[in-house]
């Protein structure tokens, strides 16, 4: 069965604490893995695209990496507007879907 | 730019009634899907499209229906609505498949049913 896993669940972190966000996956036929970042009230907003092991992406504080079973998203030096929910998701070709994990709720304070 | 446009953003229901939530975009992406949201779980699909006149089912597809007459619009319609779904409603849509591609979101409905 096709799943996502995220871990932890919440993280708090001081400013300028860095750290990494887990994200575990079992899937028939992967298709690409997504980050995604969601604001309390709001959407979810794409974040990166990774589509084989060894990718990295990186945007500002954000890198993403990309192995056969998993998905590190790192946060380097976050500041307190890095505070968010950021969700997971694979892409399933098999069935033409994203399976999103659970999300992890990310608290910077100053 | 619009992007993915959701209405209402807040609804209460009372049980047995029954509601359309509508979505359009206006990117002239072909895939279109809707999810729901619940504490402690991931974005779970209900219903997508992969073009006009064309829709399946996701994963929790029962007492929701849907249709895609034109490429921008994707409503999700609840037939009799249950206190089970109580949630908050995401539509997305994407250039192409679901699978391989960035989703856009809109910027949900919270929907209440009592």
């Known amino acids: 069965e096709d799943q996502v896993t995220q871990s932890p669940e919440a993280l708090r972190l001081q400013e300028g604490e860095s750290s990494s966000l887990n994200c575990s996956y079992t899937v028939s036929g992967l298709r690409g893995l997504f980050w995604y970042r969601q604001d309390p009230g709001k959407g979810p907003e794409f974040l990166f695209t990774l589509y084989s092991a060894g990718e990295e992406k990186e945007k500002e504080r954000l890198k993403a990496t990309l192995t056969k079973k998993e998905s590190f998203l790192h946060i380097t030096a976050p500041k307190p507007e890095d505070s968010a929910t950021y969700l997971c998701a694979v892409g399933d070709g098999g069935y033409n879907k994203l399976i999103f994990g659970a999300g992890t709720r990310l608290a910077v304070h100053p | 730019n619009a992007g993915v446009t959701q209405t209402p953003k807040f609804q209460v229901l009372k049980t047995g009634q029954s509601m359309t939530l509508q979505c359009a975009q206006d990117m002239n992406h072909e895939y279109m899907s809707w999810y729901r949201q619940d504490p402690g779980m991931g974005l779970r699909l209900i219903h997508y499209s992969v073009g006009a006149g064309i829709t399946d089912q996701g994963e929790v597809p029962n007492g929701y229906n849907v249709s895609r007459s034109t490429t921008e619009d994707f409503p999700l319609r609840l037939l009799s609505a249950a206190p089970s779904q109580t949630s908050v409603y995401f539509c997305?849509?994407?250039?192409?498949?679901?699978?391989?591609?960035?989703?856009?979101f809109g910027q949900g409905t919270r929907l209440t049913v009592v």
């Open positions: 997305a849509s994407s250039v192409t498949g679901g699978a391989d591609t960035e989703a856009f």
